[in-house]
C-alpha cells in the first residue's frame, strides 16, 4: 500500500507565493518520476509539473518561470514552490508518482488526494 499526502493549499493573494508538499508512504521500493497536476473548477485535470529520478525536471508552459518542483528521495517527498501566483492558478493540486513496491513489481502510478489553492484578492 502507498499512500500520498499533499500540503500547503490555501488562500494566497495574486503575486504571492505558496510551497506544496507531498509525502509518499507506505511499502516503496523505488520512486521514478513525481509529478504535479491540478484541476480547476469546471475544467479537466491538467500536467503542471514533474521531476525524474535522474534529476531532470519539466514544466507546463502555463506555470514555467513560476513554479519549482524539487523532491527529496530520502524522505520520498515532492515539493512544488509557486511563485507569481495569478486567479488562474486556483486549482486542486494533486501530487503523482511512478513507484515500485518492491524490487521484483512493475512500476505503478499513485495519486494524492489533493490540496485546494485559492488565488483570489
Known amino acids: 500500500q502507498v499512500q500520498l499526502v499533499e500540503s500547503g493549499g490555501g488562500l494566497v493573494q495574486p503575486g504571492g507565493s505558496l510551497r506544496l508538499s507531498c509525502a509518499a508512504s507506505?511499502?516503496?521500493?523505488?520512486?521514478?518520476?513525481m509529478s504535479w497536476y491540478r484541476q480547476a473548477p469546471g475544467k479537466q485535470r491538467e500536467w503542471v509539473a514533474t521531476?525524474?529520478?535522474?534529476?531532470?525536471?519539466k514544466y507546463a508552459d502555463s506555470v514555467k518561470g513560476r513554479f519549482t518542483i524539487s523532491r527529496d528521495n530520502a524522505k520520498n517527498t515532492a515539493y512544488l514552490q509557486m511563485n507569481s501566483l495569478k486567479p488562474e492558478d486556483t486549482a486542486v493540486y494533486y501530487c503523482?508518482?511512478?513507484?515500485?513496491?518492491?524490487?521484483?513489481?512493475?512500476?505503478?502510478?499513485?495519486w494524492g488526494k489533493g490540496t485546494l489553492v485559492t488565488v483570489s484578492s
Open positions: 503523482n508518482i511512478d513507484a515500485q513496491q518492491t524490487i521484483a513489481t512493475r512500476s505503478m502510478e499513485y
Open positions: 521531476f525524474n529520478r535522474g534529476g531532470s525536471t
Open positions: 507506505g511499502n516503496i521500493f523505488w520512486v521514478n518520476t
